[in-house]
């Protein structure tokens, strides 16, 4: 496992942005697929958005795509979600998390090992 810790959270009106940091401990770049994931108070934990840090290739939720963007730093030792357009149904705890892939994309579906603490994000109407 990799020791993983999410920033950035807050509270934003809606229409506003945030951008969330996952840093990641050291050994991550053996990890090919990183990604932020969701839980929502009363519903199961959700993908938001994966990237695989050889290929770049990245997998948003529908919900998401078009206002969410995910992304790398160039040393791979910190991810990002940037947020835009939020709406109060966004309104969550947001945890990154890492895994190994043998496929050059990663599905929310697939097992991943490392788990951060969380950021909570709060966005009112």
């Known amino acids: 496992q990799v020791k993983l810790m999410e920033s950035g959270g807050g509270s934003v009106q809606a229409g506003g942005s945030l951008r969330l940091s996952c840093a990641a401990g050291p050994y991550t770049y053996r990890r090919a697929c990183m990604g932020w994931f969701r839980h929502i108070a009363g519903k199961e934990r959700e993908g938001v958005a994966t990237?695989?840090?050889?290929?770049?290739?990245?997998l948003y939720d529908d919900s998401v795509k078009g206002r969410f963007t995910i992304s790398q730093d160039d040393d791979k030792s910190t991810l990002y979600l940037q947020m835009n357009g939020l709406k109060p149904e966004d309104t969550a705890m947001y945890y990154c998390?890492?895994?190994?892939?043998?496929?050059?994309?990663?599905?929310?579906?697939?097992?991943?090992?490392?788990w951060g603490q969380g950021t909570q994000v709060t966005v009112s109407s």
């Open positions: 998390a890492a895994g190994l892939s043998r496929n050059s994309y990663c599905l929310f579906g697939m097992f991943f090992e490392s």
């Open positions: 990237m695989h840090t050889g290929s770049g290739t990245t």
